[in-house]
């Protein structure tokens, strides 16, 4: 078995497509009231997708922005959600997409999440947001902007398909977050096409003086399915992981640096995912908490990316309230069956250790969501002797410098307001 084609890698011709965004929300009962035993929600973070347009087509786009007409929500039901969300514990909002900067309106959202106390952050890909716009974001309240950048400026624009002056538009945006004192991150999607590129990123990352240098590992969803050949491997994963711990070395003490997981491994210590909260916890976790939540641009509401395109959404808030559509939503338990161990999984000694992998990266193979996770290195069930690795939820981060596990990149930092 090599280290690229491993269990990890997943060729094209083995993916299921199934329905792309034909799932249909279930709808709240007229009348319907929440059971007086039904627990509290507590609410930490929102992705709010306020639109799925977007400028470009990047090839791997895992929610496949541009290809579908969703009715984006309207500006009131936008800052009414903010605020339903705020008294159910919200402490963090992330405004992307598709590309946010797109609506005229986003100034208005950050303002108004600003006003609640919120931590604000837009995620983009700097090419349509001028030093004027950001300035008037900042004074808006915005406390963070993240940047995609997945490679130098030949491998960024044709991965992102932005030639020829995306990636010099993009990283005029960065020095201008940097210049006008926002809080900076450069995060890339790594895959085997830029991998060689991930440290000569992060060094210019420490050069041009961003806080925070994040890396996802890139998988076959949405439009990612084209590049499933690409998906780094476990062995080179680790590898990349180990490389940039190296580098960090010699970077600035104030630069931050974020992986994902990816994988735990059997011949290193046990991950501690007990304090873990929000995205990275695993399936099997779906119904202890609600502290991590999705809006889709039409109102859909998910509690994983991996679910965004193919999976059912647990409600959606278009036209009813987020609370009462979340209770509905515990009590229906949509997606029980992904919390215990299914397929393979039932009889394996380790899947306490595992925690059984990831039911998005199962369907992406299978087709369907309660096989095994195909990245599992375990060949026999059954057997008593541990694999090389288990695979881990996809979102699950890590600190490079420190080691700190994180559901969210804010966890794995120590910050307070995404924990």
């Known amino acids: 078995m090599s280290a690229v084609t491993g269990p990890a890698f997943v060729p094209v011709e083995h993916l299921v497509h199934s329905g792309l965004y034909e799932q249909r929300p279930p709808a709240l009962p007229k009348n319907w009231t929440a059971p007086e035993d039904m627990r509290a929600i507590r609410l ?14 990047c090839d791997f786009c895992n929610v496949r922005a541009g290809e579908y007409s969703h009715r984006d929500l309207p500006l009131p039901r936008i800052l009414s959600l903010i605020e339903e969300a705020c008294a159910l514990g919200l402490e963090e909002v992330h405004f992307l997409g598709g590309e946010p900067t797109m609506r005229k309106d986003l100034e208005d959202m950050v303002v108004f999440a600003a006003s609640l106390g919120l931590h604000t952050r837009i995620i983009t890909n700097g090419m349509l947001l001028p030093r004027e716009r950001l300035a008037r974001l900042i004074d808006s309240g915005l406390g963070e902007v993240m940047i995609s950048v997945d490679g130098l400026e030949e491998t960024h624009n044709r991965m992102r398909q932005c030639a020829p002056d995306g990636w010099r538009k993009t990283l005029a945006c960065v020095r201008d977050a940097i210049s006008l004192g926002l809080r900076t991150r450069i995060s890339a999607v790594a895959y085997e096409e830029n991998y060689d590129e991930i440290v000569p990123l992060l060094r210019l990352t420490n050069a041009i003086g961003a806080q925070i240098f994040s890396v996802f590992l890139g998988s076959p969803l949405g439009r990612g399915r084209e590049k499933a050949g690409a998906v780094i491997g476990p062995f080179r994963w680790r590898a990349l992981q180990e490389e940039v711990l190296r580098e960090s070395d010699s970077l600035r003490p104030d630069l931050e640096v974020v992986m994902e997981q990816g994988f735990a491994w059997t011949d290193l210590p046990p991950l501690d995912r007990a304090a873990i909260k929000g ?12 502290d991590y939540l ?18 059912r959404p647990i409600g959606n808030i278009a036209g009813q309230p987020l609370e009462e559509t979340l209770q509905y939503a515990l009590q229906l338990a949509t ?44 060949r026999e069930p059954r057997a008593a002797d541990a694999p090389p690795w288990y695979p881990v ?22 910050r307070s307001h995404a924990i």
């Not at 930490?44 to 087509?57: P, S």
Request: proline residues 4%; positive net charge.
């Open 393 to 414: 939820c996809p979102i699950l981060k890590r600190n490079v410098r420190s080691g700190r596990l994180g559901g969210s990149t804010e966890q794995a930092l120590e």
């Open 44 to 57: 930490h973070e929102l992705d709010l997708y306020v639109t799925m347009n977007c400028n470009i087509r």
């Open 294 to 311: 999705i809006v889709r641009s039409d109102g859909n509401v998910y509690q994983c990316v991996f679910f965004m395109t193919e999976g």
């Open 335 to 378: 997606y029980r069956p992904f919390t215990v161990p299914q397929d393979r999984c039932s009889s394996c000694l380790h899947q306490v250790d595992c925690g059984t992998g990831c039911r998005g990266y199962a369907h992406l193979l299978s087709g369907n969501w309660l096989k095994t996770d195909p990245r599992c290195g375990k």
């Open 279 to 290: 995205r990275g916890t695993g399936c099997n976790t779906l119904l202890d908490d609600f």
